[in-house]
């Protein structure tokens, strides 16, 4: 099994929820590191994948929003610094993969599968044999202890439950 690194130049960790009930909030974490592992990346049914997510590198564009999400009321950065993922299963999907692993949130471990898009193979300028990924999952905060809300006038919560995770990652050979 050959060792991949992730481009985080040319990566992205992004995740996105319904706001009021009307619109989206988007975000990032931006900054992760990953372990990959694969005897040949165009099929990842070999591979071993694991990604930790740095809960106080979120970004919303808001530093009131994003002081709020490392509190207790939801991620609790102070005890639960980290978001984890370490794949369990990966099947084949016609050209495409479904990643299943353990995701960890606030302490709480989920089953989660990952909808994986190969983009295809190239070489960089610099010689360097370049794989590219899309992968996305939908998760139920309420389900990984992300319960806080709060009921608005109108009708209805302003955070939905449902959070869309992206991942878009280039990987390289490790060197």
Same mark, same amino acid.
């Given at each position: 099994?050959?060792?991949?690194?992730?481009?985080?130049?040319?990566?992205?960790?992004?995740?996105?929820?319904?706001?009021?009930?009307?619109?989206?909030?988007?975000?990032?974490?931006?900054?992760?590191?990953?372990?990959?592992?694969?005897?040949?990346?165009?099929?990842?049914?070999?591979?071993?994948?694991?990604?930790?997510?740095?809960?106080?590198?979120?970004?919303?564009?808001?530093?009131?929003?994003?002081?709020?999400?490392?509190?207790?009321?939801?991620?609790?950065?102070?005890?639960?610094?980290?978001?984890?993922?370490?794949? !369990?299963?990966? /099947?084949?999907? +016609?050209? &495409?993969? =479904?990643?299943?692993?353990? *995701?960890?949130?606030?302490?709480?471990?989920?089953?989660?599968?990952?909808?994986?898009?190969?983009?295809?193979?190239?070489?960089?300028?610099?010689?360097?044999?370049?794989?590219?990924?899309?992968?996305?999952?939908?998760?139920?905060?309420?389900?990984?202890?992300?319960?806080?809300?709060?009921?608005?006038? !109108?009708?209805? /919560?302003?955070? +939905?439950? &449902?959070? =869309?995770?992206?991942?878009? *990652?280039?990987?390289?050979?490790?060197?």
């Amino acid at each position: 099994m050959a060792k991949w690194t992730v481009d985080q130049s040319h990566s992205a960790v992004g995740f996105e929820v319904k706001h009021m009930m009307v619109s989206k909030v988007k975000g990032s974490f931006d900054s992760y590191t990953a372990d990959v592992e694969a005897a040949d990346l165009t099929d990842l049914t070999t591979a071993s994948i694991a990604f930790t997510f740095d809960v106080a590198s979120i970004n919303t564009r808001s530093e009131d929003r994003e002081n709020h999400l490392k509190s207790a009321d939801f991620f609790d950065v102070e005890n639960y610094p980290t978001i984890d993922f370490k794949s !369990t299963n990966i /099947v084949k999907d +016609g050209d &495409d993969f =479904k990643v299943t692993g353990d *995701l960890t949130i606030k302490g709480v471990t989920k089953p989660v599968t990952f909808d994986v898009e190969y983009g295809g193979k190239g070489t960089n300028p610099w010689g360097v044999e370049v794989y590219g990924f899309e992968a996305a999952a939908k998760i139920n905060r309420e389900e990984f202890g992300l319960t806080w809300n709060a009921a608005l006038e !109108t009708g209805g /919560v302003l955070v +939905g439950k &449902d959070i =869309k995770i992206k991942v878009e *990652l280039e990987v390289n050979p490790a060197a």
